[in-house]
């Protein structure tokens, strides 16, 4: 029992990080039905940015989490303007163009941004110059850390945010607008280049959060470390329901959660095969997600 | 402002006739006469001699320089040809995104590395085996995957990537994160035993060029091209556009396989980072810089990206950051690649000529 609400846990955690880069992808798959390749490199991007941000001015910031929320939020204005400039460059030349140039050319963006990176910080995994330690909480048994808490706080946050501005707000009412009929939208005087701009500056600043989140609890970055969850972050997206934000959500916590009993019973040498697999799975049995609606494809 | 954001609506607007192939693209229209050089460039690559001399100078390289080092790039440089042209078979001539290529690659490899070092088999029987094992692995990721939209395939066949990859290091029989080695090669036809891998190695590629680019001229090739500039129109005109794409997926699964087969030869070890996502991107890189669909172009754009390294040691990293930045450029300004495959049915002399 104490096992299972320990296995639980983890998978929340797990999840929540998860979430936060789902949150990206499905949002702008929703809007512009691009698949960012380079969505995962932009959370890997992200922890570079608060690393650069700390190895400038660590003396100034001291430790602690009020110091890692101050370089959170420099990452993420990094990271999402970084979102914007990409999309205007790489993206917007092609929105009429075939799908699979659209796709290739957000390979290269991915491949691009890695080795940049690499071309920049060195190839070798950097240690992160802030960590996350302090107690833990024992909830029936099972551990869990102050900061694995604070950071999925954090992560809670950033989401309920999100979902506010996506259902209340006036830019959230034209994101959804567009993501059902650009067209009619232009006709109506939605300024639809910048909604999509706004949108690539939201995911990849949550993608940002998520990376200075990482670095910070796993202490090392590396220029490789957004491959593998950029695709975990697109399979919860699947699962959800690619489009669909809250889908986003409980499908990164159902990946978690399903990862983090993978890993008990299989070990964790397999916890990667075991996501895609469900990956696979899940495309074949439900293509639309738990909470997608059915798409119909229009000529 | 307004003009801005016109070009979104261009864009919905032309959703539809926006499908039109890449590869075609630019050339359906009357050309302006170009005089010159470009004449004789052009007229030189849809030579069908280029081939053969290309095929003949392969075949020969051992007479002009035998020495160890060119002997390694050109068997490397070969079988990068053979992957290039295999993966053109998905995304060029059926514009299907393979992200995990490499996959096929490590299952031919490992299929023969296997069966040769654990059960003593020689290299060619193995051969059915390698075949088999890739067609199965088709199956199982073009199965479900190919009746969903084109960007899933492109995101399930890189998990696909990794799976395999993250498996061979998992498993025991295929050596763990060690791999296998002692692979033996195809035996040494009483040659310097690396001039004989080259020499089957030539030779299995050049029948594999040969191959993939019979089939994209042919019945099937057009059937692909017909789903990859609009698959709505083909299904309407009775292609049955998931059998058509199916046929194009195991094709490539298959070339892959082979490759891996030869390098398993060549190299005579095999390891799980030899299998990694660097290989798919590398060899999409070849085909996107060549010209998808054009197979000259893809011939010379993975000799260009084999070769290249060797001119240029040591900025490991700067080069793929450049080849990333180049596959945005070349998608942005020059979609159809540097050697763009020609639109249209090659010319037909007479009955009974060469079709």
Known sequence: MDHLIQLILDGLFVGSFYALVALGYSMVYGIIKLLNFAHGDIYMLGAFAGFTVLSVGAGALGGGFLALI?????AMVGTGAFGVVLERVAYRPLRNAPRLSVLITAVGASFALEYGIAVTFGPNPQVYPIGVSGGALGIAGARITYAQLAMMAIAVVLMVALDALVRKTRAGRAMRAISLDPKACLLMGVNVDRVISRTFFLGSALAGAAGVMAGAYYGKIDFLMGFVIGLKAFTAAVIGGIGNLRGAVLGAIVLGLLESFG??????????????????????VRPTGLLGERVTERV | MNDD???????????APANVALAGKGVGSPKPR???????????????WLGLVVAVLALALPYLNSSTYIIQIGTDALIFVMLAVGLN???????????????????GAYASGVLSTKCGWPMIATLPVVVAASVAGGLIIGGPTLRLRSDYLAIVTLGFGEIIRITANNLDFTGGPNGLYGIPDFGDFGLRSDVAVYWVTAAVVCVAVLFSSRLGRGRIGRAWRFVRDDEDAAEAMGIHTYKVKFAAYIAGAVFGGVAGMLFAAHQTAISPPSFNFLWSALILMAVVLGGMGSTPGVVIGALAISLLPELLRGAQNWRYLIFGLLLIVIMVFRPQGLLPARAGEPKRRRRGGVA
């Open chain 2, 34 to 48: 170009r005089a010159g050089l470009p004449v004789a460039l052009s007229g030189l690559l849809s030579s069908k």
């Open chain 2, 5 to 15: 954001s016109s070009a979104y609506v261009r864009a919905v607007e032309e959703r």
């Open chain 2, 89 to 107: 078979i998905v995304v060029g001539f059926c514009g299907l995104l393979d992200l995990g290529y490499a996959a096929f690659f490590a299952i």
């Open chain 1, 70 to 74: 101050v370089i959170m939020a420099l």
């Open chain 1, 263 to 284: 890993v008990a019973f299989l070990g964790s040498q397999w916890r990667d095969v075991f996501a895609f697999g469900f990956l696979i799975l899940f495309l074949t």
